[in-house]
């Protein structure tokens, strides 16, 4: 394969959790870009569809699916349906996610659980029905959205922490056992990026000057910034890649 044709997309079609706004709406629009045909994905079906119609408008092939993750017979149903229309998700990336920021004495059960089912549980549904699909197929790329927190806790973010945490060995894990089947499965493992979900911590003129401190690049990162390593795990260039989380964090992880 000429190396010109590594990264291309084209003929398969990504399905992004969460991919109507911030990582997952940047990672989307990377991989249109790069030749896929997108399933775009939100809870709520008016902001699901404005998203698709804009991706559309700007040129990708885009087209709605408007589901909440973390709700078992939802997540089948939404599969039955791309089954039913002849879609078949040869890239799933597994981005939805909330933040929840409370000392753990603080934390409700209910908080706590809404974390976990969002942010870690729903890449498991997701992930194990997609995977019924390619396994027939011999093809397939999983792609998880992890974070700092996969490795290293911050406090008051502990449900982010144990489910990003949880991220990174189910990622190892679809690794395992999908592997044999022609499926990669990995991670990505963002730094502080400038989303919506961090306004509270951008906004914060110490938080700022701690992450600028902290990040050896000096800066927050930009959602696009994550798209050229998300087409590398979605491309044949990643082939014999498996179970690997990339830090995309302007180098805050490898650095005390
Ligand atoms: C926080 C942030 C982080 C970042 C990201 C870091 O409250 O510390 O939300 O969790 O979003 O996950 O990698």
């Given amino acids: 394969m000429s190396a010109r044709t590594l990264f291309d997309l084209t003929g398969r079609t990504a399905l992004v959790t969460g ?3 911030g990582l997952g709406r940047a990672i989307a629009e990377g991989m249109g870009e790069a030749g896929a045909s997108l399933v775009v994905n939100g809870r709520n079906s008016e902001a699901t569809e404005l998203a698709a119609a804009e991706m559309r408008a700007a040129g990708l092939n885009a087209r709605a699916a408007a589901f909440d993750v973390t709700d078992e017979s939802a997540v089948m149903a939404a599969f039955a349906q791309l089954d039913s229309d002849g879609i078949e998700i ?32 729903s890449a498991f549904l997701m992930g194990r029905e997609a995977a019924k699909r390619m396994i027939p197929r011999g093809y397939g790329k999983v792609i ?4 700092l ?8 973010v502990a449900p982010y922490t144990v489910a990003k945490g949880g991220i990174r060995l189910l990622t190892k894990s679809m690794a395992a056992e999908w592997a044999q089947h022609g499926i990669q499965a990995n991670a990505i493992g963002p730094g502080y990026m400038l989303t919506e979900m961090n306004e509270a911590l951008t906004s914060n003129p ?13 800066r927050w990162g930009r959602p696009d910034e994550l798209v050229g390593t998300a087409i590398y795990l979605a ?20 650095v005390l």
């Fill in 19 to 21: 991919s109507t706004r």
């Fill in 90 to 121: 040869d890239i799933l990336v597994n981005n939805a996610g909330i933040q929840h920021r409370q000392p753990m004495v603080e934390l409700s059960l209910e908080d706590w659980q809404r974390v976990i089912d969002t942010n870690l549980t």
């Fill in 144 to 147: 998880n959205i992890g974070s």
């Fill in 149 to 156: 927190t996969s490795e290293l806790a911050r406090a008051t």
């Fill in 206 to 218: 110490e938080f700022d000057a701690w992450v600028k401190s902290r990040t050896p690049t000096g």
């Fill in 235 to 254: 491309s044949r260039a990643s082939d014999y890649v498996c179970g690997q989380l990339i830090f995309v964090d302007g180098g805050m992880i490898s």
